[in-house]
T-cell receptor, first 124, second 115 residues
């Protein structure tokens, strides 16, 4: 799986948009960008994922550059409860789909590889 | 609450003792994962199951560690002869692999302290 680079930490004002960058310059054509977050003393929580189109759900928006070498997670109206460590992860589709569609390629595996993440502090 | 439960939530044990953790995934999920997380670090993959088959193990999973998922539902992670370096949060996650892209749903974790 491609490696990602994120800022170590960032602050955000409550009620404002939080823009979290992630660099993944070595991303391969079939690799997705995933975002998870981990609130203190809890397990990681899935936020959103995308391949090349921008994605939006009830939690956040994901903007992926045209060359796919970087992406930005946007929390549109940050609240104090959004204070967490945010992880950007790049990985290929699961083993089973790869085996079905591209059997000549080596399977990527199924684990999530977490880096250090960005520690986001939302301030009142 | 993601629907993934882990027990116990906290475990304190003395070095050399054996410990066992349990994970109950979301009922329809066929994949189950174990991760370990030490203070200040992101979670690290240990192993995963598809149904009852253990398909991948990390190099972090030494001979003292064993994981099972006997009926393709709940899973147990056992650590034998615990060492202080085993102190960490042990996280379980589950997913439903039906489209190739998937989200993993994590439990709250079991915090292990080895004294």
């Amino acid at each position: 799986d491609a490696k990602t680079t994120q800022p170590t930490s960032m602050d955000c004002a409550e009620g404002r948009a939080a823009n979290l960058p992630c660099n993944h310059s070595t991303i391969s054509g079939n690799e997705y960008v995933y975002w998870y977050r981990q609130i203190h003393s809890q397990g990681p929580q899935y936020i959103i994922h995308g391949l090349k189109n921008n994605e939006t759900n009830e939690m956040a928006s994901l903007i992926i550059t045209e060359d796919r070498k970087s992406s930005t997670l946007i929390l549109p109206h940050a609240t104090l409860r959004d204070t967490a460590v945010y992880y950007c992860i790049v990985r290929a589709p699961s083993l089973r789909l790869q085996a079905q569609l591209w059997s000549r390629f080596k399977a990527a595996g199924n684990k999530l590889t977490f880096g250090g993440g960005t520690r986001v502090l939302v301030k009142p | 609450d993601t629907g993934v439960s882990q027990n116990p939530r906290h475990k304190i044990t003395k070095r050399g003792q054996n410990v066992t953790f349990r994970c109950d995934p979301i009922s329809e999920h066929n994949r189950l994962y174990w991760y370990r997380q030490t203070l200040g670090q992101g979670p690290e993959f240990l192993t995963y199951f598809q149904n009852e088959a253990q398909l991948e193990k990390s190099r972090l999973l030494s001979d003292r560690f064993s994981a099972e998922r006997p009926k393709g539902s709940f899973s147990t992670l056992e650590i034998q002869r615990t060492e202080q370096g085993d102190s960490a949060m042990y996280l379980c996650a589950s997913s439903l692999d039906d489209r190739g892209t998937y989200e993993q749903y994590f439990g709250p974790g079991t915090r292990l302290t080895v004294t």
